[in-house]
Structure formats: structure tokens, C-alpha cells
């Protein structure tokens, strides 16, 4: 048995010998120190699935029943799954995209990394809220410090400001939830739900909608999603979807669909319904950008859109194929996003139209963008497929509008091709005629995104007989 | 051992300073060190009898619950500032130790006091210290500070002891223990009125208005005084007047506690947002702490009263570090808040310590303001308040919004460890530095006491 | 086992790419797999003879749903597992030919890949599976267009071809989802039994989604336009796409789901699509000069014809007109291809004055241009007649226009390109000359195959007054054809109907489409600044409160008498509130 406190306590061995490096040089590198942090927690996360997770249990403050207990829950596997190797992918990239104060960015991602993973296997609420924010704060100071010169502390600042409002909606939702079981124990609330009045229910149903809203985003709470997105590093902005994104969802689950089942199935139709909307309008709005790391941006949403309609259908077929599609998606816009980094480092524009060619002077690259985009697009075989199937068949069960959002789909047809028919195809432009190939570390980071996207997509069975408790 | 409790101590401890300044007077001795070391263990030696032995309990003065935690926890921050203030190169006059003692003798008493005019008394023993506090550093605008504290601080008292004297015509006592609610008109007046006044120790809107300009003028060590122990002092007065002297919880003070609270809350959030000076921010940010506090007094259960008790004393503990941290910025003319960024070049420690203070003023976990603001949302929904409690997330976007301002501009982290080169630190900085680790450390221990 | 059909190709699709750029190595690799792939469908093909075997395998399973896939081995799909891999050999000896200059390894992996799902669609017998390998064809289509992606000819069209064929990939998503969510199954067979317990408003919507995905993909009316900017590919490509693969998914889908769809009262629907596409296509290749994008109206017209049956309910017509189709028209691509290669031009004019007359394209060409336009003794003379086999008078008089419009514009082609004599010999090259005299000979004797047919798939045939009628029309076609462009008489006339088929083009299709992609992306531009603006109205609120914020701040202004007075207000205030909730 791996017990779960170790995912937890690796990171911070890493963080801890980060800070000591500054007064003893003779450790290994930083990148090392963080690299076989993060290496140590996968095969801890692969001996765990063998051998199973067992719990752990501190008790701090009994009166308000804050106690540092970690447990796992029914979409905990998944989850860390994608918590415990995205990072990993990312990693590599960041280390060539940060260039100064290397060492701080680290530990902030470290801090990300971890409280991503404890907020996933957190069965305290208390514990889970802090997590939560931690995570909030350090891709805050992520964006703010390593982002865009001129505007990247305003984006932070506007991402702080709205993510912080659905923080303290969640906090009122488990302040609620504690005030009536008398417990901060997911377990212990989970069994005592009936003791709630339908109002506090209602209330704290729309209060954690408000936070899942803001977290996924959703319209109309997506408004510092292009900002930050855009003025992060890329690195950052890899965490803030491939992570930061996921946490709504699992939130949403979590919460939604494990505390609030009548609620959901109440409320169903007009939450299917603003998702349909959102994915439609978002994808219209990718349509419209000319910039691919807006349109990037916009499109990542629009996967969390359908992971909306998801959740919101209530049917544990829909549920499971939600949690699938976030999984995959994870990786999926982390290798899109590292793709449009490398395409803006070498050709100096984000904008596809004053791109051209590139498939020439850069097969790999190409290769790998068109597999993303095709990954993304929900070809069979790879990721995303089985999981929007899965949506599609369980929402479609409650209510068909949600068919409407295959409409969207082929918006994100249209607008991904273009992408690829502007940045690789056509004539090579002259001035990008001396362009390389990726490197090697590159090639890495999206051989290793790669492997995953092809494996849950010919085995999505992986995930899915982990969800049995859905 | 009956009388082993720290106010007995304080209060020797003021008598031992006069007689031995009187005696280094007479020997024309010019050590004046001995004096402040002696003030140190005075303090340290009422935290200790307080943990052990608890506050006194006679005819005026009493314990309630939370009574012992609160004196010390003032005792405690007391202590600290104290070290703090003495591990500075600059001497002080022994007059100032003297007043310090008796500020924290007041704010002791205020806690304690069972009775209108006990506690009159004691916010007396109190606000004349720290005016004479404030004007410890005969420098710049200190006395125009000192000078507005005072004006408005005799107001607030006249104010007071008329509202006393109204309630004693309704009530016909004085004694906490006998007071209790009556429909009578004046008796309703004079305890607004006395809201009134101790809404000028807790610096509530409308009468916080010395605070900003009182707080920048003075030395920030003793704004850190003011703006942790006499500001607790003022609204644990609150909760004795109103939740255990009288227990009725009315409607009428209900409604005013809401509303000035609200009040306080907004008005100071919207004003630290603007402000460019950061003294300034963290002065209404200061504000606006108490305003939560407030508003969970305003409930009047024994969920808020204990939220606010642990509230007061999470806000007490970071304003004490802020401030603190803040003094040796302030001395490197650190003012404004584009220049937050050489903080760290003046302390790494003091800018972490700075840090972490203002997470937790700003309410982030796993901090003791989060559990603060936690206990307080909780008393709040417990008695129903739900649009209240969403009302105030408003407040608190806007108070996050002007604290990560500051924080964004210190790259803080970044510094405290990449800075390599090493700055000579002297002496007296270590020792300030220590006492910063100290209590910041109570900023994640702290949640023990929620 | 029937995977083993399909794994040389997977293995081959994967390998080749690994071996990496390795000169002929690629092209052995693929053609031998596809030639296993043959081998092993005539195994099978006679293992399973008349038999119905179910292969079944779970992908996936989520509590009671269970996400089968499931290969069928029976007559209908052996026989075309068997002719997609000959046709593929085919192609493939042919790109050995016509690719030689190019990089082989990306084609024929690609190309195996292709091969691959399609071979793994034919056989499919749950629609998950067939949708899976479905999608597989179109993006692999896309690839294989975009080949040269340095040209921006290849570059535009190969993502329309997407764009266009993957509105039924979603129509057919659609589908998918709602069949499984009322029938629970992917499995056609228990689809097809079930059909009387669906509800007819989901089985008229289910029945128009399939024939929505059917249509897109075999690029019938109105989604035709793909298909002939696709010619911009490679010719191996083209001739892939065009035969047996790609297009005849389309068709191949409704026949396999025809219960479903004639349930669903789409037949008429689809009979009257069919003729306007056959009309259309037949009209605009009159007057184009393209030699590959003649052809490529011709295998849309042919299309068409299988919609035609299909929409008469003969299944087996359509099935065996595919076969015959996928027969000539590979041939007539690679005698298109053998010319651009000998001549480096697809414009027929400019191929007329390289005097063709007599080498050895020619005999060829005429048998697949009469093959085209189903003149006797070729295959497609029989495959007409099974066609029409179901028409009723209507649909036959209309069938004998569609025949005479054929017969036009396809030997116009074949006149103009071949107008010329020569003596001078052409090289004739192995890879080149094999397939085109295999799939000619075919072509010619393959009319008896519709006797064996009959044990294979029921089909019917006559020889009835409308065929000999259509044979009439198509005979005055060649007649009028050779008239106009061998003899060039009546130049005036010819023109004319020239000037038709130009206004028939002009008439916009083309134009709408991209019109309507264009409105898209500009509403997707308004939707976007809209959204700009939404996202910073947010910001924009929490500023102007600041703003007004920082009027406050002149209240306190640090005079002394000010902050008593705000005392003194406050204190009255304090006095007044509690005197009203008294």
C-alpha cells in the first residue's frame, strides 16, 4: 500500500532542497531536483495503482474538524493521473522558456504541482480549500512575474480577482455544508446530505455553480480566461489548462454530481443548455481569432464546455466520459500550447497568417501540431474521442439539445484546419527559410504528451475501470 | 499567589520604573537601558502569570471566557513590539516605557472590566498612553498625528461617558451584571451612543477617521501597537457591553452593528484601493479588519462572538507583523507603493515575514486570517445571513485586489532567495528579524486557538 | 480472425515510417501488404462463403453499456474487403510509377494507412467501429491531398475536402449517439432488427443524419465540391479516392443501413439527389478542360447512380455498379496519370496536340470511356442494367437523359485528347502498363461476372426497352460527341452547349459555399470582439468604482475639524437608526 501522504511529501523533499540549494551548491541542479521530484511521485502514482492507496489521517483542530486527512475518492485515480504526469511534459518545456529567476519559477511549480495533486486526493474540505488556493496563488505570482512584460501582472491580477470569487463561493459552499453536518469530512457529509434543508441545498448548489463556472470557465464568469491564457508564459498557461482548469471539473464532480444529485437532476436541462450555448459561442469566438494562442485559448474552453454539458447531464455515462475528456484535453492543449510556443519562438509572430510553409522546414513539429489538432478534433484512436462519445451518449439520454454542440465541433474543424492550412502548409516564406527543427528536449516533451494521447485513446478502459464508484 | 496576576505585575512595574528613573536621575546616570531591559521583563512576567495564574478578578474587573486568551494574546504581541521597539538603536525616554506599560495595563483592564465605568476608565488609562505614544518620535508630523488622535479621542470619550450617563438613566446601574434591555428612549440613545464611542478605539466608519493620518504619523512599531492591542481592545469592549452585558440580542442593535459594519467593511476597502502610499493601504486595510471582526460581533451567538474573539486576534497578530515588518522599510524611506520592490534588499526576512502577513490579512489559507474569515462566514450563515456573507465577498475581492497590488510590485519570493549578495546585517536587525519569525510563526499555529 | 486482413497494412503504416526515407524499400513494403491483404480476403472470402461471421471484441465497457466493435465476414463485405485490396494493389503499382520522384515514405504510409480503414470499414459490423475507421478515411484523405503541401493548390483544397466530408463525419457522430442511446447496440445486424421499435420522428432524423454522412462523403449534391478540388492530389490519390475507398463509403453506408433508411421514407429524397447530382456533374464536365476533374464529375455522376439504386431499394445493383466503377475509373486514372507524367499536363487541349491517336493509352481509354457511358460489350453495359432494375417510368425516362448527357461529355473527352495520330510509339513501363491492361480487360469480359454475382449478393437484372432506349441515347451521345469535337463540325453549336455547362458553373454553388464559410469566420469575428468587450466589461465596472472610489478619498483631507464633524454625523446617524428599529 502507497499512502498517499508520500504523493505529497516527495514535492516538498524537492521544494525543501530547492531553498537549501541556495546555501549549499553542491547539490544536484535545480531541473534535476525538481525533474526526479516529480519522477519519484510517477512511480509512486504506478506503485500506488499496483498496490493500492491507503489513507492518511492528522487531526489539527477537532472543534472546527480541520484535520490534514487525505483519502481517496471515486475520480481520484484519473485525476492524479493526469496531475502526476502532465507536469512532467511541462517541466521539460519550461526549462528552456524561463530564463531568469529559474529557481523561484520552480518552486512555484513544485507549489502548483503539489497542491493540484492534494487537492485531488484531499478528503478534509479545509484541507482541500487550502490546496485550492495555494494553487490559485502560485500560478497567480506565475503569471504576474514570468508572464508578459507590460501586462501580464494586470492579467494576473484580473485572474486573482475573479478565480478569488469563486474560491469563496466554494468556501461558503463548504462552510454551508459544515454548519449542517457538522463535519468538514467528505465522507462523513457525503452520508449526512439529508440533513440540509432544500433552501441551504439550493443556495449552496448555486454557490459551488458560481465557482465551477468561474474555475472551467463557463459563460458568462470566462472573462479572465483570455487575458491570463495569453499573457502567461507558456508554461504557465499549460498549468492554468491543463491544471487549473480541471480543478473546476473535479470540483463540479466532486461536489455536483457526488453531494448535490437531486439538485443536478433538477436543474439539468437549463445547465445542459448553457453549456451547449457556451460551447457554440466560444467556439464561434475561436473562429474569429487570428492569433493561435487566443485561439488556443478559446478552444480550451470550449472542451470544458462540453465537459459541462457533461457533468451537467447528471448520468454517470456522461460523468465518466467528462472525466475522460478533461484527462485527455489535459494533455492534449498542453502539447497545443507548447506547439504554438515553439512556432512564436522561431517565427516571431502568433498570428498563423504570417506563418507559411513551416511543414517543410519543420516535419516534426508539424507532425505533432497536426496529431494534437487531430487529437483534439476527436479522431478515433486517440483521446478525446471515447470521452465525447461518452458525453454525447449520456446527455444526449437527458436532453438532445445537447447534440447542438456537435455544431461546434465543426466550427473547431474549421478553424483548426485553417490554422494548420496557414502555419504549415502553402509556400515557405522567405524569411523562414533558415527555421530548425525541434530540439531534442522538445521532441521529449511531445513524444511523452504523445504516448499518453495515443494510450487513452486506443485504451480509454484505463481510466474507465478506475470510475466504477461513479 | 493571589495576586501574582499581570495586571498587578504592570502596574508594579510602572511604580519600579518611576522610583528607578527617579533614582538615575538622582545618580545623573545616563543608562537608560537597564530601564527598558526592566519594561521587557516586566512584560515577559505578565505573559507568563497570565498563562499561569489568569488576569485578577475583583469587584470591577472579571474574567469571562475568552478573557484570558485576549490579555494573553495582548500581552503576548505586546511583548514583541516592545523587543521590537527596543532593539532599535534610537533611545527613548523612560516616560515612554512607562506610558507602553500602562497602554497595555489599559488594554488589559479594558478586557477585564465588568462595569461602565471600570471600562471608562480603563480606555481612559489607554488612549492617554498611546497618545503620548504616538509622540514618542519627536519626528515630521508626529505631533500633528498625536494632536488629531487627540482631539477626536476627547470627543469620543465626552461622547461616552455621556452615553453612560444616558444608560445609568435608563438602567438605574452600571454593573454589567445587572444592566439588561429597556424600551426606553434614552436608555436606546445611550447605547448608541456608547457604539459611538467605542466605534472610535475600534476605528469604525464613521469615527475611524484619525486612524489613517495617526497611523502614518507615528513610528510604525507603535502603530503596530495601536492597530493590534488597543484596536482589539476596543471591540472586545464591544462584545462585553453587548453580548454579555446585555444579552437580549434587540433588533435595533442588531441593525446598527450590520449597517456600521457593512459601512466599515466597503468604505475602507474602496479607500485602501486608491491609496498610493502603503502605510496608508495597510492602515485601511486595518479598517476594514475591523469591520469584519464587527460584523460577526453583530450576530450576537456565541458562534460569532468566538469567530470574532479568534478574528481580532488573527488580524491582531498579522497587523502586528505588518507593521512591524513595515518599521525597518520605513526607515529605508520605503513610502511608496512602487517602491515595495526594494524591500527585500532592506530584509529578506522582513519582506517574507511582510508577506505572509498580508496573506493573512487578505484572508488566504493556511494562514490564521483564512480560519478567521472561516469562523466568521460560519457564525454569519449560522444565524442566516447568507446574502450578507456574499455581499462581503465583494469587499474582499477588492481588499485582495489591493493587497496582491502591493505583493505583485515586491517579486518577493523571487528576491528573498536570489538575492546573493550579502548585505552586512547588523545586530539589531537580527534580533528584529527573530522577533518577526516568531510571530509569523503564529500565523500557522495560531489556528490551535480557533 | 479477420482482422488479419487488416493487419499487413496497420503493420506496414507503422513500420514504414520507422524504416524512414528508404527509396523503394516503402513502396515494396506497402505493396506487399496490400498483396497479403488480397490473399488473405480470398481466403476468407471462400472460408466464409454464405456464411454470416460475427467477430466481436469490447473496447470499452461503463457499467451495463458495453462499446463493442465487431467485424461481419459475410458475402457483401469479404467481397469488398476483396476488391479494395486489388484495386489497391493496383494503385499501388501504380504510384510505383507515378511517385518515383516524390518522398515515399510519408505517401505510403499514409497511403497504407488509408487502405487500411478502409478495408477495416468495409468488414465493420458495429456502426462505432465503422464510424471509427470512417473518420480514419477522412483524415487520411486530408493528408493524402494535402501531399504536396507546399503548393497552395493542394494546401486549400485538401482541408474543403475535410471541411466538407466532416460535416457528415458529425452528422454521423450524431447518429451514433442517438442509436446508441435508444437501441443500446452498435451492431448493425441488431440495429437493422430493432428498427420497428425506434420512434419515427428519432428514425426520420436518425435516417437523415446517415444519409446526410453518406452524401458528404460520396460528394453527392450539395456537398459535391470537394471532390473535384481534390484532383489537386496526387494521381494515385485521386484514383484511390475515387474507385473503390473514400467516395463508395458513402454509398456502401446507406446500403449497409438500407432497412433503416427506406424506414425512415428517405428513399425518394435520396432517388431525386441522385438525379440532380448526376444532372449537374454530367452538365459541368462539358465544359472542362481538366482530364482528372472530368473524371472527377464522372465518379461524382456515378455516385450518383448508386444513390440511384439505393434509392430504388437494389442493393445489389449499387454494389455491383461499384464494383465496375471502381474497375474503369482506377484505369482511366492512371492513364490520365501515365499522360501527365509522359506530357507533365491534365489539360485535354493541350494533351490534343500532342497527338495521342495511336499509342497504346488509346485502346484503353476507349474502353473506359465506353465504359462510362455503359455502351456494350463492356461491364458496365450489365452493371446498367442491373441498376435500372428497380425504375420506375419516371425515373427511367430521366435515366435516359442522364445516359445521353454521359455518353457527351465523356467521349468529348476521349475525342479531344485523342484526336490527333501519331506513329511515334510510347514507353511502355511495367508499373504503368500492368494495371491499366488488368483493370482493361476487366473492364471488358468483367459483363459475366453479373452471372456469378447472383450467388453472392442477391441482384436482379434486366434487359428492358428503357435499356436499349438509354443505349440508343448513349450511342447518339458518342454519335453528337464525335460530330463536334473529332470532326469539329458545328462549331457554333458546340460552343453553345459549352456556353450552357459555363452558366450551369456559374450559377453560384460554388460561390454560396464559400459565402457561407466567409459569413463564419466574420460572424466568428464579431462573436470574438463581442466577447472582447464582454470580458473587459467586467474590468471596465471594477475601474469606474475605483474611480469613483478615489472621489472619496477627497472627504478625508486631513483636516481635523472635518473628522469631528464626521463623528458628530455619525453619531447621530448611529442615534436615528436605532431609534427606527426601536
Known amino acids: ?470 | 499567589m493571589e495576586y501574582l496576576n499581570p495586571q498587578y505585575i504592570l502596574f508594579a512595574g510602572i511604580l519600579l520604573l518611576i522610583l528607578v528613573d527617579f533614582l538615575r536621575h538622582s545618580l545623573k546616570s545616563n543608562k537608560k537601558a537597564i530601564l527598558h531591559y526592566l519594561t521587557a521583563v516586566f512584560l515577559g512576567l505578565a505573559l507568563v502569570f497570565d498563562v499561569i495564574y489568569g488576569n485578577m478578578n475583583i469587584n470591577l474587573f472579571s474574567e469571562v471566557q475568552y478573557s484570558q486568551f485576549v490579555t494573553g494574546f495582548m500581552l503576548f504581541l505586546s511583548f514583541f513590539i516592545y523587543l521590537f521597539i527596543i532593539s532599535d538603536k534610537n533611545e527613548h525616554s523612560v516616560a515612554i516605557d512607562i506610558s507602553y506599560l500602562s497602554a497595555v495595563l489599559g488594554s488589559t483592564l479594558v478586557v477585564l472590566s465588568s462595569n461602565l465605568i471600570s471600562m471608562f476608565i480603563s480606555i481612559e488609562i489607554l488612549s492617554i498612553s498611546t497618545y503620548a505614544l504616538v509622540y514618542m518620535y519627536k519626528s515630521g508630523n508626529a505631533l500633528e498625528g498625536a494632536v488629531k488622535y487627540l482631539s477626536t479621542g476627547v470627543i469620543s470619550m465626552v461622547i461616552l461617558i455621556f452615553g453612560i450617563s444616558l444608560i445609568y438613566a435608563g438602567a438605574g446601574t452600571l454593573s454589567f451584571s445587572s444592566l439588561h434591555v429597556i424600551s426606553y428612549l434614552p436608555f436606546i440613545a445611550g447605547v448608541a451612543i456608547v457604539i459611538a464611542g467605542l466605534g472610535f478605539k475600534s476605528t469604525l466608519v464613521p469615527f475611524h477617521m484619525w486612524a489613517p493620518d495617526t497611523y502614518e504619523a507615528s513610528k510604525s512599531s507603535v502603530t503596530a501597537f495601536i492597530s493590534s492591542v488597543s484596536k482589539a481592545a476596543g471591540l472586545i469592549a464591544m462584545i462585553r457591553i453587548f453580548f454579555f452585558a446585555l444579552p437580549v440580542s434587540s433588533l435595533f442593535v442588531t441593525a446598527l452593528f450590520l449597517s456600521i459594519a457593512l459601512i466599515t467593511i466597503f468604505l475602507s476597502s474602496f479607500l485602501a484601493s486608491v491609496q498610493d502610499r502603503i502605510k496608508r493601504i495597510l492602515a485601511y486595510s486595518s479598517i476594514s479588519q475591523a469591520g469584519f471582526a464587527f460584523i460577526s460581533i453583530a450576530v450576537l451567538t456565541t458562534r460569532g462572538i468566538n469567530a470574532a474573539v479568534f478574528y481580532i486576534f488573527a488580524f491582531a497578530v498579522a497587523d502586528a507583523i505588518v507593521f512591524l515588518a513595515y518599521d525597518m522599510f520605513e526607515n529605508k524611506k520605503i513610502i511608496y507603493k512602487k517602491e515595495s520592490d526594494s524591500m527585500t534588499q532592506v530584509s529578506r526576512i522582513g519582506a517574507a515575514a511582510f508577506f505572509i502577513g498580508i496573506l493573512s490579512l487578505a484572508g488566504f489559507p493556511p494562514t490564521i486570517g483564512f480560519f478567521g474569515k472561516l469562523l466568521i462566514f460560519y457564525a454569519l450563515f449560522s444565524s442566516g445571513y447568507f446574502a450578507l456573507v456574499i455581499l462581503t465577498f465583494f469587499a474582499l475581492l477588492v481588499s485582495t485586489f489591493y493587497y496582491f497590488n502591493i505583493l505583485s510590485e515586491m517579486h518577493i519570493i523571487d528576491k528573498i532567495i536570489k538575492s546573493k549578495k550579502q548585505v552586512p546585517i547588523k545586530k539589531e536587525q537580527r534580533i528584529k528579524e527573530v522577533i518577526l519569525i516568531i510571530l509569523t510563526l503564529f500565523l500557522f499555529i495560531g489556528v490551535i486557538f480557533a | ?582
Do not use: C
Open chain 3, 1 to 582: 480472425m479477420l482482422y488479419l486482413i487488416l493487419l499487413p497494412l496497420l503493420i506496414s503504416a507503422v513500420l514504414i515510417p520507422l524504416l524512414g526515407e528508404r527509396k523503394k524499400l516503402s513502396w515494396l513494403i506497402s505493396l506487399s501488404a496490400a498483396v497479403i491483404s488480397f490473399l488473405l480476403s480470398i481466403l476468407f472470402f471462400i472460408l466464409y462463403f454464405n456464411k454470416n461471421i460475427l467477430e466481436s471484441y469490447t473496447w470499452f465497457s461503463f457499467s451495463n453499456f458495453s462499446f463493442s466493435l465487431s467485424f461481419i465476414g459475410n458475402n457483401l463485405t469479404l467481397f469488398m474487403a476483396l476488391l479494395v485490396s486489388f484495386i489497391s494493389i493496383m494503385v499501388l503499382m501504380f504510384a510505383g510509377f507515378y511517385m518515383k520522384e516524390e518522398k515515399h515514405a510519408r505517401f505510403y504510409a499514409e497511403m497504407s494507412f488509408f487502405i487500411f480503414s478502409m478495408l477495416g470499414l468495409v468488414m465493420s459490423n458495429s456502426l462505432l467501429l465503422f464510424f471509427i475507421f470512417w473518420e480514419f478515411v477522412g483524415i487520411t484523405s486530408y493528408l493524402l491531398i494535402g501531399f504536396w503541401y507546399d503548393r497552395d493548390g493542394p494546401a486549400v483544397s485538401s482541408k474543403k475536402a475535410l471541411i466538407i466530408t466532416r460535416i457528415g463525419d458529425l452528422a454521423f457522430l450524431a447518429a451514433l449517439v442517438i442509436v446508441f442511446s435508444t437501441l443500446k447496440t452498435f451492431s448493425i445486424s441488431s440495429i437493422l432488427n430493432s428498427i420497428s421499435s425506434i420512434p419515427m420522428t428519432v428514425l426520420i432524423i436518425l435516417g437523415s443524419l446517415f444519409t446526410i454522412a453518406g452524401l458528404s462523403k460520396a460528394a453527392q449534391f450539395p456537398f459535391y465540391t470537394w471532390l473535384i478540388d481534390a484532383m489537386e492530389g496526387p494521381t494515385p490519390v485521386s484514383s484511390l479516392l475515387h474507385s473503390a475507398t473514400m467516395v463508395a463509403a458513402g454509398a456502401y453506408l446507406l446500403v449497409r443501413l438500407l432497412p433503416l433508411i427506406s424506414a425512415a421514407g428517405l428513399l425518394n429524397l435520396i432517388v431525386v439527389i441522385g438525379f440532380i447530382t448526376a444532372f449537374a456533374a454530367a452538365l459541368l464536365a462539358l465544359k472542362e478542360r481538366h482530364f482528372k476533374k472530368i473524371l472527377a464529375y464522372s465518379t461524382i455522376e456515378s455516385l450518383a447512380f448508386m444513390f440511384l439504386a439505393v434509392g430504388t431499394l437494389n442493393a445489389g445493383g449499387a454494389i455491383f455498379y461499384l464494383f465496375t466503377h471502381a474497375v474503369f475509373k482506377s484505369m482511366l486514372f492512371f492513364i490520365s496519370g501515365g499522360l501527365a507524367i509522359a506530357f507533365g499536363t491534365y489539360d485535354v487541349y493541350e494533351l490534343s496536340k500532342k497527338k495521342l491517336n495511336g499509342t497504346w493509352f488509346t485502346i484503353p481509354a476507349l474502353i473506359g470511356f465506353a465504359s462510362i457511358s455503359a455502351i456494350p460489350p463492356f461491364m458496365s453495359f450489365f452493371a446498367h442494367s442491373a441498376l435500372t432494375h428497380n425504375f420506375n417510368v419516371s425515373e427511367n425516362i430521366a435515366f435516359v437523359f442522364v445516359a445521353f448527357l454521359t455518353a457527351l461529355f465523356s467521349f468529348r473527352a476521349f475525342f479531344i485528347i485523342f484526336r490527333s495520330k501519331t506513329k511515334k510509339p510510347l514507353k511502355k513501363e511495367f508499373n504503368l502498363f500492368f494495371p491499366i491492361v488488368i483493370l482493361a480487360i476487366i473492364s471488358t469480359v468483367g459483363g459475366v461476372f453479373l452471372y456469378f454475382f447472383k450467388g453472392i449478393i442477391s441482384i436482379a437484372y434486366s434487359f428492358d426497352i428503357f435499356s436499349f432506349i438509354a443505349l440508343v441515347a448513349s450511342l447518339l451521345g458518342v454519335f453528337i460527341s464525335y460530330e463536334f469535337f473529332y470532326l469539329r463540325k458545328k462549331q457554333q453549336l458546340s460552343d453553345k452547349i459549352k456556353n450552357i455547362a459555363e452558366k450551369i458553373a456559374g450559377y453560384g454553388y460554388e460561390k454560396f459555399i464559400i459565402a457561407i464559410g466567409n459569413a463564419i469566420s466574420t460572424f466568428g469575428f464579431y462573436v470574438g470582439s463581442f466577447d472582447f468587450m464582454f470580458s473587459n466589461a467586467m474590468s471596465r465596472m471594477a475601474e469606474s468604482t475605483f474611480i469613483l472610489s478615489s472621489k472619496t478619498r477627497e472627504i478625508e483631507n486631513g483636516d481635523a475639524f472635518r473628522y469631528i464633524t464626521a463623528v458628530i454625523i455619525g453619531l447621530v446617524a448611529v442615534i436615528l437608526i436605532a431609534v427606527i428599529f426601536i
Open chain 1, 1 to 470: 500500500m502507497i499512502n498517499l501522504i508520500l504523493l505529497l511529501v516527495v514535492p516538498a523533499i524537492g521544494i525543501l532542497f530547492l531553498i537549501l540549494k541556495k546555501f549549499y551548491d553542491k547539490l544536484p541542479s535545480s531541473e534535476i531536483i525538481v525533474l526526479s521530484a516529480m519522477v519519484v511521485n510517477a512511480i509512486l502514482f504506478v506503485l500506488g495503482l499496483i498496490f493500492g492507496f491507503s489513507g492518511f489521517n492528522v487531526n489539527i483542530n477537532p472543534s472546527i474538524s480541520f484535520s490534514f486527512s487525505l483519502q481517496e475518492n471515486f475520480i481520484t485515480i484519473p485525476f492524479l493521473l493526469l496531475a502526476v504526469t502532465v507536469p512532467i511534459g511541462i517541466f521539460l518545456f519550461a526549462t528552456k522558456e524561463i530564463k531568469q529567476s529559474k529557481v523561484i519559477f520552480y518552486l512555484f511549480y513544485l507549489l502548483v504541482y503539489v497542491s493540484v495533486i492534494s487537492v485531488f486526493v484531499s478528503s478534509n474540505l479545509i484541507v482541500f480549500f487550502i490546496f485550492w488556493e495555494v494553487a490559485v496563488l502560485s500560478l497567480f505570482f506565475i503569471t504576474g512575474l514570468w508572464g508578459d512584460h507590460e501586462k501580464g501582472k494586470r492579467a494576473a491580477m484580473k485572474f486573482l480577482v475573479f478565480t478569488q470569487f469563486g474560491s469563496l463561493t466554494l468556501l461558503a459552499v463548504f462552510i454551508l455544508l459544515f454548519l449542517y453536518t457538522g463535519s468538514f469530512n467528505f465522507s462523513v457529509i457525503a452520508s449526512k446530505m439529508s440533513l440540509l434543508p432544500s433552501y441551504i441545498e439550493y443556495i449552496s448548489f448555486f454557490l459551488l455553480l458560481i465557482t465551477v463556472m468561474i474555475k472551467m470557465p463557463i459563460f458568462p464568469f470566462h472573462g479572465w480566461l483570455l487575458d491570463s491564457y495569453y499573457y502567461s508564459p507558456s508554461s504557465g498557461t499549460m498549468l492554468l489548462s491543463s491544471a487549473l482548469s480541471k480543478l473546476g471539473g473535479f470540483a463540479f464532480i466532486l461536489f455536483g454530481f457526488g453531494l448535490f444529485r437531486n439538485l443536478l437532476f433538477d436543474f439539468r436541462l437549463p445547465l445542459i443548455a448553457l453549456g451547449v450555448f457556451t460551447a457554440i459561442y466560444i467556439a464561434f469566438t475561436a473562429s474569429g481569432q487570428k492569433d493561435l494562442k487566443k485561439l488556443l485559448s478559446y478552444s480550451s474552453m470550449f472542451y470544458m464546455s462540453l465537459v459541462f454539458i457533461g457533468i451537467s447531464s447528471g448520468i454517470s455515462l456522461a460523468v465518466a466520459g467528462s472525466v475522460l475528456l478533461m484527462i485527455s484535453h489535459g494533455f492534449i492543449i498542453t502539447m497545443l500550447f507548447g506547439v504554438s510556443y515553439i512556432l512564436m519562438q522561431k517565427t516571431g509572430t502568433n498570428e498563423t497568417e504570417k506563418m507559411g510553409g513551416l511543414m517543410s522546414r519543420m516535419p516534426l513539429l508539424s507532425f505533432f501540431f497536426i496529431f494534437g489538432i487531430f487529437a483534439s478534433l476527436g479522431v478515433p484512436g486517440l483521446s478525446n474521442f471515447p470521452g465525447e462519445l461518452l458525453i454525447f451518449i449520456g446527455s444526449y439520454g437527458v436532453a438532445g439539445i445537447s447534440l447542438i454542440a456537435i455544431f461546434g465541433i465543426m466550427l473547431s474543424t474549421n478553424y483548426y484546419l485553417r490554422v494548420i492550412k496557414q502555419s504549415l502548409f502553402g509556400q515557405l516564406k522567405k524569411t523562414f527559410a533558415g527555421l530548425t527543427d525541434i530540439s531534442k528536449n522538445e521532441l521529449l516533451f511531445m513524444v511523452f504528451l504523445s504516448f499518453f494521447i495515443l494510450l487513452l485513446g486506443l485504451f480509454p478502459s484505463l481510466i474507465l475501470n478506475t470510475l466504477g464508484g461513479l
